[in-house]
């Protein structure tokens, strides 16, 4: 079966650190892998997705970059955090357009 | 993408049908609509998935009808365990378009 791991599940960092957001899939091959955020009481903002090795598309413009260097390993990071970058981010995958399974998410907290 | 509009908050009763809308009137052809279900701190989870007319599942009912422009998740005699936030969205292959979530519609099922 498939399994989705996101790591850390907290982090607290203070404005301008960098940041690195981990998620790896198991148990399957070639997933579609997306990175959410969602501020607290919000919807889910997509703000990368990624169909392959090295291929990432950007929902929105921001403070962060995502990449792929494996096929089932996706890495959200930043170079110097901002306080609105905050909320509750979340790593997804799917086959092809199928239903996205979700981590368990991390919450990020910036002071 | 095809923007989606839901109401912000529903409540209900325990053993009550709950209906949630959702307005999708920019719906691609090849567009289906899926609702997902998230709960506080959680990743959301896939609830049903159609195209046109009537699709059952054990948890609910999704009906659309043929112009396609709405859909209605049905919830057959909800519980308190169903209070949480549902999404609805509309997608297409993801070498085009990516699935990605509105605001959603907060239900809160009272005893």
């Known amino acids: 079966s498939q399994t989705i791991h996101q790591w850390p599940a907290t982090l607290v960092q203070p404005v301008g650190s960098p940041l690195s957001l981990e998620c790896t899939v198991e148990g399957t091959s070639n997933p579609n892998l997306y990175w959410y955020r969602q501020a607290a009481g919000r919807g889910l903002q997509l703000l990368f997705y990624?169909?392959?090795?090295?291929?990432i598309s950007s929902e929105v413009p921001q403070n962060l970059s995502a990449s792929r260097p494996q096929d089932r390993q996706f890495i959200l990071s930043s170079k110097k955090l901002l306080l609105s970058d905050s909320g509750f981010y979340l790593c997804?995958?799917?086959?092809?357009?199928?239903?996205?399974?979700f981590g368990p998410g991390t919450r990020l907290t910036v002071l | 993408l095809a923007k989606t509009t839901q109401p912000i908050s529903m409540d209900s009763y325990e053993g009550q049908e709950v209906n949630i809308t959702c307005s999708h009137n920019?719906?691609?052809?090849?567009?289906?609509i899926t609702w997902y279900q998230q709960f506080p701190s959680q990743g959301p989870r896939f609830i049903i998935q159609?195209?046109?007319t009537k699709v059952t599942n054990e948890v609910a009912s999704l009906f659309i009808p043929a112009d396609r422009k709405s859909s209605t998740l049905s919830l057959p005699r909800v519980s308190l365990s169903d209070t949480a936030v549902y999404y609805c969205l509309v997608g297409g292959p993801t070498g085009r378009r990516a699935l990605t979530f509105g605001s959603g519609t907060r239900l809160q099922v009272q005893p």
């Open positions: 159609g195209y046109k």
């Open positions: 997804a995958w799917s086959f092809r357009d199928d239903e996205q399974f």
């Open positions: 990624s169909v392959g090795i090295g291929q």
């Open positions: 920019n719906i691609a052809t090849n567009d289906y």
